[in-house]
């Protein structure tokens, strides 16, 4: 895609927003950006959030889920990358609803109405979706399983993969092909600040292929 004189949005978490990374430069966005200099490149990674609302919101903590952020972005942009899921498996009390859902009160159900707010916004733009990352377990389970039981990380995985299926969105399956898995000791040594992926710089080789 060339990208000269392009507006290119990323809405995420900590992971967009570069929480943890070396360097403000090192945080994949801010290499993205380094790369193609004839584009305009915007951050909307606010840590903490999840693309589902919170039911019981923390106090102290931003839960501005992503739908939330959509009036503060620009009218136009011609690429809008949504990287996001790792929250509301680690910390959102959201159910995971089911396929069909069309309202921000499940996983399914937000992921439907943020796809459907960015076309109605953004109905000329290239929308891509990114899959969460891998996360370090708990104990030796070889299996993520979220604190209240029910769903797994791969669960959160699949319906950003159905959801973009749905849409016909690109998705950029990080989850599958990103190299990096934390259960690793090396790979979660050299990669990791809290057992997810979150020294960006990492991710260079995505964000400018």
Request: aromatic letters at 12%.
């Amino acid at each position: 895609m060339d990208l000269t004189n392009k507006t290119v949005c990323f809405l995420g978490d900590s992971i967009t927003k570069g929480h943890s990374a070396s360097a403000p430069e090192k945080c994949y966005v801010s290499l993205f950006a380094a790369a193609h200099p004839e584009a305009t490149v915007h951050n909307f990674g606010i840590s903490g959030t999840c693309i589902a609302k919170h039911y019981f919101p923390k106090k102290g903590m931003d839960r501005k889920n992503f739908i939330t952020r959509l009036a503060e972005m620009p009218e136009h942009a011609d690429l809008v990358c949504v990287f996001g899921g790792t929250n509301d498996f680690g910390r959102g009390d959201a159910p995971m609803g089911k396929f069909g859902d069309t309202e921000n009160d499940t996983f399914y159900g937000a992921l439907y109405a943020l796809s459907l707010a960015l076309i109605n916004k953004y109905p000329t733009a290239r929308i891509v979706f990114f899959t969460p990352l891998h996360r370090n377990r708990k104990g030796d389970s070889n299996v993520a399983v979220r604190a209240d039981g029910e769903w797994t990380l791969e669960d959160y995985v699949n319906a950003v993969r159905k959801n973009a299926a749905y849409f016909a969105f690109p998705v950029l399956d990080l989850h599958v092909m990103s190299g990096f898995q934390p259960q690793v000791p090396i790979i979660k040594e050299l990669y990791t600040a809290d057992g997810c992926t979150r020294t960006i710089e990492v991710m260079k080789s995505c964000s400018t292929s």
